[in-house]
């Protein structure tokens, strides 16, 4: 008699895809928000460390460090003179919670404002992660065409104004102005009070992730949302993953207090990470935008060394606005290029990229685009990944036969055929991506 018990049997329903196992990245990892590893400053929070668990490290036999559910007093005090010196944010530590990562942040929200059947507005491309979490809460993200400023403040409007005559109201609506993910863009000014205007109008909350905020090109950066607000229309949320160090695992959320008690009682962990906490206090609050200039500068060579070495390998093939910011480039493929297909042909060559539907609302108009981040492999490992995954220009006839043979091969199919249309468009997408990724000698 066997004594293994069958867990399939006991999950519950609604799961997501169980995970494979951990394999290591790829060398040419162009994936994730992962960052640059010669920039995390190592020594210094060392010192950070000693320094404060000298001083304060008996404060580790509490839950909470004695500063209570919301976090480590200082760090907090560091945030609150941050957001007032780079967003314009005035707030106090009592309207900040410290969060694990943004994504705990966004969770928490979640939690506490949505429900099944709820309807929350995106930017049409946006932070995979932040879509995909509604999505498995039985939640509608409903997404709002992009141009090169950010969301368009008209479509929203006409959107609004639809969802309206529906009777559904938007439960909040998820924006990333500054930096915006996958984009690249820093919404303007006048965008930003057009966006709370419409909030007013149709009277909903917006959720500000602002995570790559600090990491600019330059110091031309508008007010935060939050910061324009004249109420409590607004949660800010921002991270120190992408300006320290990923794996530390350290955000923070601000919000209206009547908000955030709600947010603190169903965060039931018992606390983010104490030393994590106390490190990036002691060291923020001497290294902070000193790290920040450098990093920036770091960035924004690896950016430099990637538009290079796309416009050499792949010409006109690749489109692309520059990003003002951040560690990413949402790049525009030819339309018949399926990026989740190329993407695994990709996989095969060592190579990691996010294709574009992962990052959209609906996947069509993101069918041919991809983003990759350059902000961990080294400015040599960058142009090596690029060049071993070579894209050219195809002639207009060569592209255009392909497809006739496609079209034509629907006229010998039969509905009990052993190929289905999908599974010849399959076939000869793999054709045309092949093609545009040979050798022109070949």
Not at 28 to 36: A, L, P, R, S
Request: aromatic letters at 8%.
């Amino acid at each position: 008699m066997s004594t293994d018990i069958d867990y399939s049997s006991l999950m519950s329903s609604g799961l997501p895809a169980p995970a494979s196992k951990w394999q290591g990245f790829p060398k040419y990892n162009f994936i994730g928000g992962h960052n640059d590893r010669n920039s995390i400053p190592v020594d210094e929070m060392i010192s950070a460390v000693t320094n404060v668990l000298k001083r304060d490290g008996a404060s580790l036999a509490t839950y909470g460090m004695q500063h209570g559910p919301q976090g480590y007093k200082p760090l907090r005090e560091f945030i609150v003179s941050k957001l007032a010196r780079r967003s314009g944010i005035a707030t106090s530590i009592d309207n900040i919670l410290i969060t694990s990562g943004s994504g705990q942040a966004l969770n928490l929200v979640n939690t506490v404002l949505c429900e099944p059947g709820d309807t929350v507005l995106f930017e049409q491309f946006s932070y995979a992660s932040a879509i995909t979490r509604l999505r498995n809460m039985g939640v509608n993200p409903i997404g709002v065409p992009l141009d090169k400023h950010g969301m368009r403040m008209d479509l929203l409007e006409a959107k609004l104004v639809e969802l309206q005559s529906k009777s559904i109201k938007p439960k909040y609506l998820y924006v990333i102005p500054t930096v915006q993910n996958p984009g690249g863009s820093i919404m303007p000014e006048e965008n930003r009070l057009e966006l709370l205007r419409l909030a007013r109008k149709f009277d909903f909350p917006i959720f500000e992730d602002e995570c790559y905020a600090d990491l600019i090109w330059n110091s031309k950066r508008p007010s935060a949302l939050a910061a324009m607000d004249d109420g409590n229309r607004v949660i800010h949320c921002g991270s120190f993953s992408k300006t320290i160090a990923p794996a530390l695992r350290v955000g923070y959320l601000v919000a209206d207090w009547h908000l955030l008690s709600q947010v603190i009682a169903v965060k039931n962990d018992s606390g983010t990470g104490a030393l994590e906490q106390m490190m990036l206090a002691e060291y923020c609050s001497n290294h902070f935008d000193g790290h920040i200039d450098s990093l920036s500068k770091t960035l924004k060579d690896k950016l430099d060394t990637l538009v290079e070495a796309l416009q050499v390998h792949f010409g006109t093939s690749a489109e692309f606005e520059l990003p003002e910011g951040g560690i990413f480039l949402w790049i525009s493929l030819p339309k018949q290029v399926d990026t989740i297909r190329l993407g695994q042909l990709a996989a095969g060559e060592g190579i990691a990229l996010n294709p574009g539907p992962e990052w959209s609302t609906d996947q069509k108009p993101a069918s041919s685009k991809l983003r990759l981040c350059f902000g961990h492999p080294s400015q040599e490992t960058i142009e090596e990944g690029v060049q071993q995954n070579v894209f050219r220009e195809v002639d207009k006839i060569a592209v255009k036969g392909l497809l006739g043979m496609y079209f034509y091969s629907c006229l010998w199919l039969k509905p009990d055929g052993l190929q289905s249309p999908e599974d010849i468009g399959d076939v000869f997408s793999d054709l045309v991506i092949r093609s545009l990724s040979s050798d022109p000698s070949d």
